[in-house]
């Protein structure tokens, strides 16, 4: 008897944060039609308020239960989960990509580890070109990132620098620096600047423009990338999401897609 092949290499998936994205991502894999034949086999969020019908486990459970873990947790619990889930072997999708350039040792541990991690576009486009230029050479990589003030509240740079985001009523330019920095100083705002970073030139490289604007409706992301035979500009507009002003549902939505790529038969990079 012939069957089908199926090119889906995960079956057991678990959502580390149950916030706005990984809500959206087990909505997604508990719908009626699901993502190809991937099971949701538990989740591990000890804050979260709701409650699911499924299993709410440690870090350690999780790594050890599913063989793919949906990150979608606060940027500094990351290298806990990162470590737990690359001992066990097991793979990872990184949505807080920010994590990533603010501790590297997450990235060190991972090309020693058995592990393979996906980081899907978030909240920004135009990353398949810019993965493209790689191959020819980036001369230079740039991103403006444009929200409303109360969508920087709590970041670290606005903290430090005594920032009055309320009094802002003008579009205002409150950083300028690379993506290290901006990584640093916006952990849970500019996860784009570090997922371009991470997809063209070194975070050193790679210039950031933060720009708070009382007007915006929601968070606007340019990209303006270059080689020497091509030059990329791309920019996306998204309402904030609902459930978490910082965040855009597009993000979340990224990570659906990448789980169906996996799957598919036709898969579209
Ligand atoms: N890559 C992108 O383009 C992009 C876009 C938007 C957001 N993000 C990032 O994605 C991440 C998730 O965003 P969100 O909007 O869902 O955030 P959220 O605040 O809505 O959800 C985070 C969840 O993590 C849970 N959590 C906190 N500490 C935990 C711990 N120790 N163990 C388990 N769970 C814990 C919280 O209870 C919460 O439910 C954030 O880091 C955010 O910055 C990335």
New binding site residues.
């Given amino acids: 008897m012939s069957t089908i092949p199926n090119h889906n290499q995960y079956k057991n998936i678990g959502i580390?944060?149950?916030?706005?994205?990984?809500s959206a991502v087990m909505h997604a894999l508990t719908s009626e039609d699901g993502i190809n034949e991937m099971q949701l086999e538990c989740i591990?969020?000890?804050?979260?308020q709701n409650h699911f019908d499924v299993d709410n486990v440690s870090f350690e459970e999780l790594a050890e239960r599913c063989d793919l873990i949906i990150e979608?947790?606060?940027?500094d619990?990351v290298p806990d989960l990162a470590k737990i889930v690359f001992k066990a072997g097991k793979d990872i999708l990184f949505?807080?990509?920010?994590a990533l350039l603010i501790d590297p040792q997450i990235l060190k541990n991972l090309h020693r580890s058995e592990s393979r991690a996906y980081l899907p576009s978030?909240?920004?486009c135009g990353l398949d070109g810019v993965v493209g230029m790689r191959e020819m050479g980036i001369t230079s990589s740039t991103i403006t990132s444009t929200k409303p003030p109360k969508g920087f509240a709590g970041a670290p740079y606005v903290i430090e620098n005594d920032i009055g985001l309320d009094a802002i009523t003008e579009k205002t330019q409150i950083f300028e620096g690379d993506a290290y920095d901006a990584a640093k100083g916006f952990?849970?705002n500019v996860?784009?600047a570090a997922?371009l970073s991470l997809a063209g030139i070194p975070a050193h490289q790679t210039r950031v423009e933060i720009w708070a604007d009382p007007k915006a409706k929601g968070n606007t992301h340019e990209i303006t990338v270059k080689s020497n035979y091509s030059t990329l500009v791309s920019r996306i507009e998204n309402l904030p999401?609902p459930?978490?002003i910082?965040?855009?549902s597009l993000?979340a939505q990224s990570i659906v897609a990448t789980l169906r790529n996996m799957g598919s038969k036709l898969a579209i990079y």
């Fill in positions: 580390a944060g149950l916030g706005a994205i990984g591990s969020d000890p804050y979260t979608c947790l606060p940027a619990v949505i807080s990509s920010a978030g909240a920004l952990p849970a996860n784009v997922t999401d459930a978490n910082k965040s855009s993000a």
